[in-house]
């Protein structure tokens, strides 16, 4: 749903964006072979073509396919209808002002006429109705009101005259003024020079505002380069850490399989060694119970013994080594099981 709203604001955009090509925007129709392409494509050969003044064609054949816009596409879409958004605020701004300015001097001209009702209607109860409400006072009422009726037509004249005396005098002097803004346009300063300086007053700032805007995407773009950066760095750290990590696996494997194997050879060296004590164990009884027996059977028997010790301390010889290399694999083993906790 963010993702689709994201779109929809970016589609409401561009179009409103679109819709705004004076230049170029009318005459814009889609090539024969764009009538069926995306709807991504389409949106960005009209990007490409509608700005056409100030971008190039990304399509380069009717296979390629662009999805939605991109970054810079859609920063100077944001720009623009911010820039729009602005330039609108002001006109209303100017507009409200002017209209809270009309609404003003309406409200002030008819307070004047409101007080000046009041006091028309004050001076006339005072000066008529308090004189009819008496008994005695109604031919000095009607001689009143007669004066009071005959004055205020002669104020309404005197109003008149001063009002057509200033017609007059504004007639002229609007005259005047129309004789002068036809000489300034024969010489050329017309007020169009003063609204150019207000666009150029308009466009530096507008300007400023670009470059700051600018700016800001900048040190946005090193920010992002930055943290690019941090992010590769400890990619590649975990990277390492899972390689040593396969490698520790492995030769923790490779040891597990070099101790079974130093443990089966162990016992059977064991097992070897225990034979050959119960060998020498009944050699050893039967050379204690032995008799006297004949010289050659002595002699054979001598011979049978020698070649047994020589076996035995053979053995012998083989078991120390077997031990030796059986705690040269235990300390190996150790090892292993210290660095693998360390880890």
């Known amino acids: 749903s963010q993702a689709n709203a994201l779109l929809r604001t970016e589609a409401e955009l561009f179009e409103k964006w679109y819709r705004k090509l004076e230049p170029c925007g009318p005459s814009l129709r889609l090539l024969p072979e764009m009538q069926d392409a995306p709807p991504e494509l389409t949106q960005v050969w009209l990007w490409s073509?509608?700005?056409?003044?100030?971008?190039?064609?990304?399509?380069?054949?009717?296979?390629?396919?662009?999805?939605?816009?991109?970054?810079?596409?859609?920063?100077?879409?944001a720009e623009r209808e911010l820039t729009d958004m602005k330039d609108e605020i002001q006109r209303i701004k100017e507009d409200s002002e002017q209209t809270l300015q009309n609404l003003e001097a309406v409200i002030e001209e008819a307070d004047v006429w409101w007080t000046d009702v009041k006091k028309a209607v004050s001076d006339f109860e005072k000066d008529i109705i308090s004189t009819i409400s008496s008994k005695k006072g109604s031919i000095i009422a009607s001689e009143k009101l007669l004066r009071y009726m005959e004055e205020k037509n002669h104020q309404r004249d005197l109003l008149r005259e001063k009002l057509r005396l200033k017609n007059y005098l504004l007639k002229g002097y609007k005259k005047k003024l129309q004789q002068q803004l036809r000489q300034k346009e024969q010489m050329g300063e017309t007020i169009r020079e003063v609204r150019l300086q207000q666009?150029?007053?308009?466009?530096?700032?507008?300007?400023?505002?670009?470059?700051?805007?600018?700016?800001?995407l900048l040190q946005l773009k090193l920010t992002s380069g930055k943290t690019v950066q941090?992010?590769?760095?400890?990619?590649?750290?975990?990277?390492?850490?899972?390689?040593?990590?396969?490698?520790?696996?492995n030769d923790i494997f490779q040891r597990k399989e070099l101790l079974e194997k130093t443990e089966r050879e162990a016992a059977l060296v064991e097992e070897q060694r225990a034979k050959a004590v119960s060998v020498n164990q009944q050699l050893r009884k039967q050379f204690s119970d032995y008799g006297v027996?004949?010289?050659?059977?002595?002699?054979?028997?001598?011979m049978a013994?020698?070649?047994?010790?020589?076996?035995?301390?053979?053995?012998?010889?083989?078991?120390?080594v077997a031990k030796m290399s059986l705690q040269s694999y235990r300390r190996a083993w150790n090892q292993v099981k210290m660095s693998g906790n360390q880890h």
């Open 305 to 320: 013994v020698t070649d047994l010790e020589k076996s035995l301390k053979a053995w012998e010889r083989k078991v120390a």
């Open 49 to 77: 073509h509608g700005s056409g003044c100030r971008y190039k064609s990304k399509l380069h054949g009717a296979t390629d396919y662009f999805v939605g816009l991109t970054v810079e596409q859609k920063c100077e879409l």
């Open 293 to 302: 027996p004949p010289v050659l059977s002595y002699v054979q028997k001598k």
């Open 199 to 216: 666009l150029q007053v308009r466009n530096a700032q507008y300007q400023q505002k670009i470059d700051e805007k600018n700016q800001e």
């Open 230 to 249: 941090v992010l590769n760095f400890y990619k590649r750290k975990l990277q390492d850490a899972m390689e040593t990590s396969r490698s520790l696996m």
